[in-house]
Structures are given as structure tokens and as C-alpha cells.
């Protein structure tokens, strides 16, 4: 993911936070050369989206 394509997407996007909040982050880990939370935590146990709401 290059600055310019994560720009363009995220700046066309007319998603609400909620939609669009997993697909975004994922992007930016795909920016930053991180690894999103199904890459870094498979069973998904430290590294997962809204954790603390299920505890």
C-alpha cells in the first residue's frame, strides 16, 4: 500500500466509522509494513478488534 493509494482510497470513502473501521486499519498496517491482527495473532487473543468489548 503506497501513501498515495491509501490517500485516495480512505479520502473517496463515504463509509461510516463502523464499516469501515477494521478495513482502515488493516490498510494502515499494510502502510506502515506492519502486520495487521490476523497476521500477528491468529487465535486472536492479545491482538484482536474491540477485545475489550468481549471481556
Known amino acids: ?9 480512505w479520502r473517496a470513502s463515504t463509509l461510516k466509522e463502523r464499516s469501515a473501521s477494521q478495513s482502515h486499519f ?3 498496517c499494510k502502510l506502515l509494513g506492519e502486520e495487521n491482527s490476523t ?3 491468529q487465535q ?8 475489550g468489548a468481549y471481556l
Open 44 to 51: 486472536g487473543e492479545t491482538y484482536c478488534f474491540e477485545l
Open 1 to 9: 500500500m503506497t501513501p498515495d493509494r491509501f490517500i485516495n482510497k
Open 39 to 41: 497476521d500477528a495473532d
Open 26 to 28: 488493516i490498510d494502515l
